[in-house]
């Protein structure tokens, strides 16, 4: 009876592994990590909830973005768009370029919204755009 019983835990240990195993591996913010120390790009959003924030990552540099719903012809959509670097110091090395193909990125997802850069990233967007 005993033997049956450790059996039966080994079993359910085993599979309880396997589970947090595939967990693990489908996770989008290990996904989002794993890109992040790859310097690649990955675009970490919710869709369907507006209310959170997404993540990306671009060059090895993590920005986050909030999204404001508002109405547009036809329907709600998101409408405007902060977005902010999680650490400034990373961002050195970065060009208008970069900026620019993150902006491209989230106008694929959200083509309503209209992009807001937070300091000091805006303060650089403006003095490049004015020269």
């Keep these: ?11 359910i240990f085993i599979l309880f592994l396997i589970y947090s195993g595939f967990k693990y591996l489908f996770n989008p913010k290990r996904k989002l990590e794993l890109a992040h120390e790859q310097k690649q790009f990955h675009f970490l959003d919710d869709k369907e909830n507006v209310r959170k924030n997404f993540l990306l990552t671009y060059k090895g540099v993590l920005f986050e973005g909030e999204k404001y719903l508002g109405t547009t012809t036809h329907s709600f959509e998101v409408v405007s768009i902060f977005i902010w670097a999680k650490n400034t110091s990373s961002l050195q090395g970065l060009t208008l370029e970069d900026f620019s193909y993150v902006e491209n990125q989230i106008k694929k997802r959200y083509p309503h919204a209209k992009i807001d850069w937070k300091s000091p990233i805006k303060e650089l967007l403006v003095k490049k755009r004015e020269k």
Excluded: D, N, Q, Y
């Design 1 to 11: 009876m005993f033997v049956i019983l450790l059996r039966l835990l080994l079993i």
